[in-house]
Nanobody
Framework: QVQLVESGGGLVQAGGSLSVSCVAS????????IGWFRQAPGKEREFVAR????????YYADSVKGRFTVSRNYAKNTVYLQMNGLKPEDTAVYYC???????????WGQGTQVSVSS
């Protein structure tokens, strides 16, 4: 079964940018629809963005639309989440996951921390 590993989190000032990555081990990401989610302290995990297996279709939560971009590199077996214009309320652990349907998660990654200071 494919396993997912996120990387690229860190600390950034408000207005800054970060890119987080999701790499597969034990298999390929290339045939999966992939979602990004986040969980802030004391809050439930929420949907952020998703990209189709073809890479042609993307969808974003209203809270990140226009600031975040999800993309994928098939040669590198990697999905990216580029985050621009970061706000303190974007502070959370960010997770990637395979999506078996538009809303059902198959496999979760372990998460990467993104912290935005004001």
């Amino acid at each position: 079964q494919v396993q997912l590993v996120e990387s690229g989190g860190g600390l950034v000032q408000a207005g800054g940018s970060l890119s987080v990555s999701c790499v597969a081990s034990g298999g390929t990401l290339n045939s999966y629809r992939i979602g990004w989610f986040r969980q802030a302290p004391g809050k439930e995990r929420e949907f952020v963005a998703r990209i189709s297996a073809s890479g042609l279709m993307t969808y974003y939560a209203d809270s990140v639309k226009g600031r975040f971009t999800v993309s994928r590199n098939y040669a590198k077996n990697t999905v990216y989440l580029q985050m621009n214009g970061l706000k303190p309320e974007d502070t959370a652990v960010y997770y990637c996951a395979t999506l078996t349907t538009l809303t059902s998660v198959g496999v979760w990654g372990q998460g990467t921390q993104v912290s935005v200071s004001s």
